[in-house]
């Protein structure tokens, strides 16, 4: 089992480090660990600490799971039907993204007409972006309000209190992307 949680790791390391087309060099600097060390990790040898893998988990923009886990396929076909789902209020909210992307949520909502949905104010610094595919969408944010139709983008501060309101007698469709502020390791 360890075995294979370290051939994952040195397999994993090595192709994002390569996707990045860094030398690792220039990625272990960025890590801040040495040159060697980077290396005996791509071979599948190391036993790092938690801090090492955190500090490469950084440097490579993944979450720690993504470098100890079973390379990941190619291609991945996700059925709408299967993508994480949920009602909030009257409005259907479906993920976009199947797998964790480190800092970085994508949403699907879909408002019955005149259907309201509370935002949920994030962690200071992070920015949100909302764009109507259909309808009109209202967000409130910061004691104003903004109408979208379709094709419209509005970035704001996620980090306020913010809600969302179809205008439309019919649904409305919207996506919301949240880029959350990095966090201090």
């Not at 799971?65 to 076909?77: A, D, K, S, Y």
């Amino acid at each position: 089992m360890i075995d294979k949680i370290a051939a994952n790791l040195g397999n994993n390391i090595r192709q994002l480090r390569e996707a990045r087309r860094m030398t690792q060099d220039q990625i272990a600097q960025l890590a801040d660990i040495p040159r060697p060390t980077w290396a005996n990790l791509e071979s599948g040898g190391s036993n790092p600490t938690l801090a090492v893998l955190v500090k490469v988990a950084t440097a490579l923009q993944v979450p720690v799971e993504e470098l100890i886990g079973p390379e990941r396929q190619t291609v991945n076909l996700y059925r709408s039907a299967s993508l994480p789902s949920q009602l909030r209020g009257k409005v259907r909210v479906r993920s976009l993204l199947p797998e964790s992307v480190a800092g970085l949520q994508m949403d699907r909502m879909e408002f019955p007409p005149g259907a309201y949905m509370a935002g949920i104010p994030h962690t200071r610094g992070t920015r949100e972006y909302l764009t109507c595919e259909i309808g009109k969408v209202q967000l409130s944010a910061g004691g104003m309000a903004w109408e979208l139709g379709p094709g419209d983008v509005l970035v704001f501060r996620g980090d306020q209190k913010h809600g969302y309101r179809n205008l439309n007698s019919d649904r409305t469709v919207a996506y919301s992307v949240v880029a959350f502020a990095p966090v201090a390791v």
